[in-house]
Each structure stands twice: as C-alpha cells, then as structure tokens.
C-alpha cells in the first residue's frame, strides 16, 4: 500500500519535485523547508494533519494530536483533516514570484464519495511564512452545501494566559479569547513569556472573514488558531452551493512565524509587510505607472458644477500639477431625466449617460482638454445602484437585490424609494461592465472611483439589511449564499475590466466593501485604491485624521492603495495637510479657483517632487512605521519611511508634530546599503542637510526640529 500510495503522489507531479528547493513529498508526508520555516505533514491512515510547524532549531507551534488542519460543513456534516481520506495526488506549484510549494488532493473515504478537496500549500525564500488555500469539489450527484470553512484550524502552544492579541490591522490589543471581524487581515498572536507568536493572515472578503484564537469549546481546542471564512451561526454566515461536478476555491490564508521579540507587531511591519509587496502583489504594488497626486470635485461642488467649471478646476489643477481629475457625482443622468443640482439624492442613477445639459457635446471635449492639459480624466459610479425612473430599471426589475419580503432594496441606506440596489447576482455585472467600457472607449476614462454598497452597508448595521434575499436570481440559492456570490463577482468585475483596459485604476469605496473605513487583501489584490473615509474637518484635525487613518490601515495593507478624502486645497494650511497625505495616495478636494499663483507654484513643486521621487524609488510601493514614532495623536511626534526596501537605494521619510512639547527627535531608518553613501535632502527643493553611510542612517540615525507646534517635514533618502 506505501508503495502503491507513493507512485500516485509521484506520478501526477506537473513539476518534478525533485527540482524543488523548498518542498519534499514522501508516501507518507510533505515537507516544506526554505531553511528558515519548516512544516512537516502528515498523511497517515486516511488522515492529513500538520506534525510539526517551526522555526528552524525552535520548538514546533503545533500540536498535531488536535489540530484538525482544516474544517468545513457539508450539509451539517463536519469535515476536517481526520475525518478519513483517500490520497489520490500530489503536485508541485510555483507562482511567478518565487513562492512553491504542494497541492494535494484528497478523497471522501466513502462507499459513495460526494467531495474531493485540494488543498495547497506555498512556500517562499527567506521568509517564516506559509500561505494555504483550499478548493471544494463536488464528485456526487446531488447539491451540496458547504459552511464553516477554515482554512487553518490548529492547536498551537501559545498559551492564551501568556498570550497577547493585536487585532483590528494588528493595531490593537485583545487577551483570552478572541473571533475577529472584517477588520482583521491581519491578527498576531504574542506569547510573552516565551518572546514568540504568529501572525495569521486572511486574503477573504469584506464581511466573510473569521480569524479566531483560543475559541475552541473543549479543553483539547484551547490555544486554538483558526483563519477562513465565517461560520454559519454568524451575522453574515458563509455559505455556497456546489452543483455535481462544482468546484469552489476559497480565499488563501496565510501564517507566518517568528521568535525571539518583544514587540509583537515587528512580524508587520517586516515579514508580513515583506510578503504583501514582494509575493501577495496586490494591484497598486504591480501597476507600473501609479498616480502621486489626484484632484476629485466632490467638496465642494457635489452636483453643482458644469463643464465651464470643470474646464476652470482642470486650468488651476494643472498649475498644481494634478496628474488625474476625478469628476464625482453629478456628471449622468437617467435616459430622460432631468439634471441634478444641489446633490438631491439617487434620481441619475443607472443609466449612466453624460448629461449634456452640464456637458455640451458630452464629456469629450472636456476630456480633451484634460487630457492637453497632461491630465488624466476619471469619473465616479455607483456600481450596483439605480434609480426606480432608470430605463434599466424599468427593463430589467429582476436584477436587483430583494429583502425577506421580497420586496427591492437599496443596501446603502434605509428607506430608500427612489433607488435600489442592483445583484451582481444576475447579470447587471455584464450591464455595469459595458457601461464603464463605453466610457474608456468613448471618452478615454482613466480611473473610475466605484462606489456604493453591493453587499453589506458602512452605515446600516441591521443585519437583516444585507446581501439578498432572492429566490430566482441565478448564481446564489439563498440569501447566505449571496454574501459570497456578490463579492465574488464584484471582484470578477475589476478583473475583467483590468483584463480589456489594463490600465485602468479601479478605486473601489469603503461603502462598496461594505462597512466604514473596511479595506483589506481582497480588495487591493482586485482594485488599486479604496477611497477609505469622508473627512470634512480642516487643518490641523484634517490631516491628523489623515495620517491616524492611515497609520491604523499600515503596513498591514498597501498605503498607495488608501485613498483618504476630504481634504481641501484651499486649507489654509495646505502644505502641511499634503505632506500629511503623501504617506497615502495623495487626493485633494476643495476649490482651486481660491488658490492664489504663489499657493499653486508651492504646491506644484510638491507634486514635481512626489513625481520625481516615485520615478526615482517607486516609494509608492512601500510604507513601514518609523522606529520610534508611534500612533498620530495630539501631544506626540509621528512619521513613517517609504524606503525600497529591495533596491535599498532610498526612498522618502515622513516626520509629524501634533503639540508634542518637544521639538527635537532623531529619526532611524531602515533597509539601507550599510557601507553606502547616502544623500539627506529636504523636501521639496532637495536641499542637502547630510551626506552619511546607511549604517550611520540606520544605527545613529539624524536629528529633526521643528519648532512649530503643528507641523511636518519631508526627507528624501538617496544614495549618492
């Protein structure tokens, strides 16, 4: 039999294992070893668990006699790695980043089978981290239903009364026991006592995650891990159908180990951040051209603009330097509608045709001259929203998303009789598609800012009032199923726009994903931003939000992916509120007609500069917190570095005063050449303050002042 079961898992290898740096198959275990991470699997008598999981000469973080490896449902029925299992084979994978690593494929050991399961595990060189995922097949001849699937279901050796728990984007603090929410990519388990944790990371969508420790109800279950998708006694439960012949791929998880610290969330800001950029890749890190400095017309315009106004902000925002203008709600109009001033509510919305009572001649010409002006011209959507006069609305009623009555509902609010919200459970996605197509090709759209809720509301918290409750629509059965279905096929949508205009930039809202400020993989690995809040408060709580926002979000997400509105241009204090974006993406509202010409010259150097130094460094690719400076908050300092951490030629420094009562702080960086040279300049007109090696830069660091109570300054870190 040992034989027998060794030549399945050899002979179906699409790549030879023994090319394989990283992973080892025997007939009774799979070995994934990069010399600094070691998971050792065992296939045993039907059963699949993990024997030991280490960093390498430590002790194993597992406890293989009660970790179930996986757990799942199917219809009632619990499944995990011990439930008796056929071994049918094992193939290597590789990704284009350097990661591989083992599928596996295992039976239902049964007189009549109903599923087969892949399971994957990935591997990747130098980092203490391995990333799995499942997928569910069904071989039987009739429906299933799949619930509670967890990815990683482990007892570990991290005893929770030593523990301590960052949740939340690993940014705040939990003990005992803990079930995180969809603000939990990441989690980082700390065992205190023994200078040791995980971090567990969880690539699913919006309102689905289930990221959990120490919740097992029996004493074999303490100390627990668990990462997938949320169970079916949940608000917004996971549930999925799966035909005969069906297979569904769930959301990839990841963990990651590390030892010997006492600042639990290093693994962060230095594995789990190294991982994101170099391997997960999410979209803002791939795309070669990314945008350093967007203009969007909301505040303070709303719906009251036309293309006179529009051209006047394209002439001041091209003094500035803006690279894209986003022009926000107010543009369309319904087929035979009317235009809306004075932001009156969902009444354009579904159509999407340019209403040419404010567009002469359409959008073209005002594209046009964008686009001579060097800009490039975005336009926002509500992505899954109509208004009850749409002609689609008219035509098409059995798109759209019902509630338990079955009676249409429109997600974003309560209330709501002028509009609702359309399903991308039926095929509004293809109608939406077309309409953002006819845009590109028509009128040379560059970025689309995507907006509205599709699938749970940032702003409604009744949990009845969610996904949909439709009996006929025809890719989910129930309403439990929707949840996935919805998302799924939202992000089906980004890729298929990216696929056929691959240099779209896709900026799906926090109110699209689904709760307030929620962003996560799932969304930046479809879309290259999320616009994350509507802030309304000038200088200085203005950029003080800017900043904590985007300090709570990073690095555990990609920062160029958070888009933070609403600051104003014309702020009085507009220099410092900038500086305080350019650690996002930078996105500036307000009337640039105030602007006097010295403000615009200011700000167009700034935006010379950001250009420069992305052109230089792609520093829009990275963000790390700054050694020393912590959250952004009134009577302390804080900042953060940009540096390229994998040309390690330099990046960009940002350093923050909110009333602290000190003036004076020195600045460390990381991720320098030690023995190189490298060039201290201050932002924006370069001016040399050092001329120092890495190691003095990262070991000694420089000395910043400022004076003022509310201020920021920005470095340029260079070589030579």
Sequence with gaps: MKKYLFLLFTIALSVPLQAQKFTKVTDKSISLDNGVINREILIDSGRIYTQAFTLHDGESYCIPANSKEFSFTVNDEQFSG????????????????????????????SNKPRIQIEINYMIYPDLPLIRKWMKIENISNEDLKLESLTTEDLVTNMIFYWSTILHKYARQTQFAHFVGDWDDPVVV???????????????????????????????????????GLTWADQDYPFRKWLKPGQAWEAPKTFICLYENRDDAFEVVNEEVNTFMIKHMRPQIVKIKDKPTFVYNT?????????????????????DCGIQEFIIDVGWHVNEGGESAYDFIGPDTYGDWLVDENKFKGGLKPTFDYMKSKGIKPGLWMSVGSASVSSKVYKEHPEWFAEDMHGNPIYLQNIGSTKAFTASFGTDWKDYIKDKILSLVSSHGLAYVKLDFAVVTSAYVHDINHSGSYAKDHPYYRDHAESFVVLYERLYQLFDELHREVPDLFIDCTYETAGKHHLMDYAIANHAEGNWLSNFDEPSPVGPLRIRHLA???????????????????????????????????PIVLGDL???????????????????????????????????????????????????????KEGGIIGVFKQNARENNRTVFVKDLIPDATYLVKLAPYGKILQEVTGRVLMEKGFKVTINKDIDGM???????
């Design 551 to 585: 300090w709570w979000r990073s690095p555990v997400m990609p920062a160029s992916s958070l888009v933070i509105g609403n600051f104003e241009l014309d702020d009085p204090e507009y220099e410092f509120g900038l500086k305080s974006l350019i650690g996002t993406l």
């Design 189 to 227: 388990v700390h065992n205190t006592k023994k200078r040791m944790g995980m971090a567990l990371g969880n690539e699913a969508m919006g309102v689905l995650k289930r990221t959990a420790f120490n919740s097992g109800e029996s004493i074999a279950e303490q100390n627990n891990i668990q990462v």
């Design 714 to 720: 920005i470095f340029e870190i260079g070589l030579k």
């Design 298 to 318: 909301w505040i303070p315009f709303n719906t009251n603009f036309n293309d006179s106004i529009i051209m006047d902000l394209v002439g001041d925002a091209a």
């Design 82 to 109: 011990f439930s008796g299992w056929t071994i049918e084979k094992a193939i290597s994978i590789v990704d284009n980043t350097g990661g591989e690593g083992v599928s596996v494929l295992l039976r239902e050991k």
């Design 593 to 647: 007609r105030k602007l006097t010409d010295e403000q615009k010259r200011v700000i167009k150097s700034w935006a010379s500069w950001m250009k420069a130094m992305q052109e230089k460094y792609d520093y829009m690719s990275y963000r790390k917190d700054l050694e020393g400076f912590g959250e952004p908050r009134q009577g302390f300092w804080d900042g953060w570095q940009r540096i390229n951490f994998q040309t």
